[in-house]
């Protein structure tokens, strides 16, 4: 049986859409777009955060981030929780940590959340059955990673390069997520090696868990062999709870560890962690999400 269902309640996803408005923040300043338009996906609002003092001159480090609806204000969120990221990037900003940044929260459709997020081209590795099977019960029928990231790459990234005073090149381009999120992020950086240099991928949903059903996993292992960027200009950040459903994911991710060490990642380039009693959600993200922000944009 698939866990995706538990993975979007935990993570935030189920429950009534948010409401179409502008998430407060204490620190920086928030632009809302609603419905931003895309011929791949359907319209969904975007919220970005520019940071203290932000004139338009200085060039700021972009990074991307899934599930846009519970990035910055528990107040508009369904659960009411968020990440509290303008908070801890403003915070890593004034300590010299990381260097100006823009923070892109790109919301999620509750109904298309899965089809979206699941890496589109690990769906060949699976066996024939049970992709057939996931596909129509999971993806209702229609896997729209690859779409997905078109609409990233190709209308909203240029849109913000325009608009804002940002640093395009890929060393500057981050992606980040939880669950699901975290695949996503983790295929971005596979499929798009050129624009995003760095992928953060927190409480990573591998989808099934070894040893009672390794399928998906070892699918999407099987696509990293062969599609991890080069370590030499990539970094990748994973990490895991130990309450919840990421107590479910100790085996994978120590499978997904070592395939990316054997793609020649080291310390350099990657990291994995795990926080005992951390659990899926925004509170545990939110605590400890300055740990990859760090390792992602401020090195």
Known sequence: KSLLPLFCALAGCLGAEPADQTPAVTVGSIVHMSAFQSKFVSPRNVDVWLPPGYDGKDRCSVVYMHDGQMVFDGAITWNKKSWNMAQTVAALMAKGSIPKTIVVGIWSIGSTRQ?????????????????EKFVRVDLAGKPQADNYLRFITGELKPAIDAKYATLPDRDHTIVMGSSMGGIISLYAICEYPEVFGRAGCMSTGWIATFPKNATFPLATFNYLQSHLPDPKTHRIYFDQGTATIDALFSESQAFADLVVRDRGYSDENFMSRTYPGDDHSEPSWAKRVDVPLVFLVGR
């Open 115 to 131: 089809g979206e997020y699941f890496p589109e081209k690990v769906l060949p590795y699976v066996p024939q059955e049970a992709r």
